[in-house]
């Protein structure tokens, strides 16, 4: 199964309730993926101070990046630790590979933070400290296992590219033929998930210069199996499904918000849902919402 | 549950689904029933067998009313994936939209969608009626075996795909046609019959704009020719 949930605010006034909101839209779909949740949040000044690099990861404790980056933020959040520094991405990314070999990154760029954890979303939500989260776009999600195994990094979302973010329901088919393509064209991997594979298609597509829209398009071409994806850059709110659209989907729109999730009831949670447009997403159509 | 015993109006926001469902599934419970806040809750008045009335007022999640026999249910809002998924008898009206799989397997009963409904509604059909208002989604009626599909709006692609004996009534456009669904003659049996269907379901549509569509009946049999395509 597994639940995706997403928030898109246009209202600014809303944004001191982003984690509030996103925290409430979770905990409707933990049926839906028990076994392990993430989220990545954008815009907390907390978790990501402007003007700063910020990198999240796993595989390190707080104390130990605190050691290891005397003069980087640290912020600890269950099983991610967020490091913030003020130096390029890049050379934070340098500096934690030479000083924590063992860490994995899980989310790099500015503005945004990535967390991720197995266990009980609704426990790891409040882990997480995401009610007390603010800013203006958030996404969610709750893991049941199928392709990898249960381990913080095969948990979603996956977040490969400055900024970008991917969740998924669903599974790919011919997710290992794709990922020895990119495999065989540089590109590293994390984990054995199959929307990893997914979420570093998007990001190298990206890196050349595609836009979001195109890059979910020629996911739509390549990917076999099935999907519904939630992507998000740190401008774009992104849903898009195969051609089947087995995997449910539900978006609601109002003035003040975009929101999507895998069932209504996770939207059911947000203010003025009565008054939203709500609708399915097509099948292989690409929508977009820019900030 | 002592507090819904008796009574016609169930709270979501006070009561469990289960104890509703528990509550209707009473030896004998009362006719007619109102529940409110179902903001939607999966499973909302599943497995009915008596003949009562409930209005659900607002949105209902997956399986609304699943398994129903004799029960006239009626979503005041939009239905999730399911909705009516294997009714055997009785009335589900969606005043809204319904999500996938809207009257799945259903065997007998009528299913009215005011609305739009998304893909693989009335997939598997085995006797339900479906009409829908709107726009129906892609694979609609795939595997219908028996029933009848009426669409007052558009159908998506590959409407009736691998079409058994399920008669499909459409009034808009269809973007395409399933493996073995065909267009037929609208005869005069077919103009009584959706009139009929029409007027159970309060649609106020004239017969006569309708096309008919079924099984060309080709897929019924193993033919050796065709080994190779699989």
Redo the contacts between chains.
């Keep these: 199964m597994c639940g995706i949930v997403g928030l898109h605010l246009r209202e600014p006034s809303l944004e001191p309730r982003l984690g509030e909101l996103l925290a409430a839209m979770l905990g409707?779909v933990v049926e839906r993926g028990p076994d392990s949740a993430g989220v990545a949040v954008y815009g907390d000044m907390r978790l990501s101070p402007p003007g700063r690099a910020v990198v999240s990861l796993l595989g390190v404790t707080p104390e130990q990046a605190s050691t290891a980056l005397p003069r980087a933020g640290v912020v600890a959040a269950d099983a991610a630790t967020v490091v913030h520094a003020e130096s390029p991405v890049a050379e934070l990314l340098a500096a934690i590979a030479t000083a924590l070999p063992q860490a994995t990154a899980i989310g790099s760029g500015e503005g945004f933070a990535v967390l991720k954890g197995t266990g009980n979303p609704v426990q790891l939500a409040e882990s997480f400290g995401l009610a007390g989260v603010t800013g203006y776009q958030g996404v969610g999600h709750t893991r049941m296992a199928t392709e990898s195994a249960v381990t913080p990094e095969g948990a979603h979302p996956f977040s490969v590219g400055p900024g970008q973010c991917l969740v998924h329901n669903g599974s790919f088919a011919n997710h290992a033929t794709i990922r020895r393509e990119l495999q065989a064209q540089g590109v590293e991997f994390d984990s054995e998930n199959d929307s990893e594979v997914g979420a570093r298609f998007v990001a190298h597509h990206l890196a050349r210069g595609t836009d979001l829209e195109k890059a979910l398009r020629l996911l739509c071409e390549r990917f076999d199996g099935f999907y519904t994806l939630l992507v998000s850059t740190t401008d774009s709110f992104a849903v898009v499904r195969d051609a089947i659209?087995?995997k449910?989907a539900?978006v609601a729109e109002t003035d003040a918000w975009v929101a999507m999730a895998s069932?209504?009831?996770?939207?059911?949670v947000l203010p003025g849902i009565e008054n939203a447009r709500?609708f399915?997403p097509e099948?292989e159509e690409v929508y977009v919402w820019q900030r | 549950m002592a507090a819904l015993t008796g009574a016609e109006v169930a709270d979501l926001a006070a009561t469990t689904v289960r104890e509703l469902n528990q509550a209707l599934h009473a030896p004998e419970p009362a006719p007619a029933w109102r529940v409110l806040n179902p903001?939607?809750?999966?499973s909302v008045a599943c497995g009915l067998r008596d003949e009562v009335t409930i209005d659900i007022e607002g949105?209902v999640?997956?399986y609304c009313a699943g398994m129903n026999q004799r029960a006239t249910v009626t979503v005041h809002g939009?239905a999730?994936?399911g909705v009516a998924e294997n009714m055997m008898s009785g009335t589900v009206r969606v005043r809204g939209?319904a999500?996938?799989s809207a009257g799945a397997t259903a065997h007998g009963g009528l299913l009215v969608i005011e609305g739009n409904a998304?893909?693989r509604c009335g997939i598997s059909m085995k006797g339900v009626d479906i009409v829908v208002g709107g726009n129906v989604?892609?694979m609609s009626a795939f595997m219908g075996q028996a029933g009848r599909l009426v669409v007052c709006g558009d159908a998506g692609d590959a409407l009736g795909d691998s079409l058994y004996e399920a008669r499909i009534y459409v009034k808009g456009t269809v973007k395409s046609l399933g493996a073995d669904c065909v267009e037929k003659e609208m005869r005069d049996e077919h103009l009584t019959e959706l009139a009929e269907l029409l007027k159970a379901a309060e649609f106020d549509e004239d017969p006569a704009d309708f096309r008919r569509y079924g099984s060309a009946r080709q897929l019924y049999h193993f033919k050796v020719d065709n080994s190779t395509a699989y």
């Design positions: 409707q659209a087995c449910p539900l069932e209504y009831r996770a939207l059911d709500i399915e099948p | 903001r939607g809750a999966h949105h999640g997956y939009n999730g994936v939209d999500s996938q998304a893909a989604g892609h």
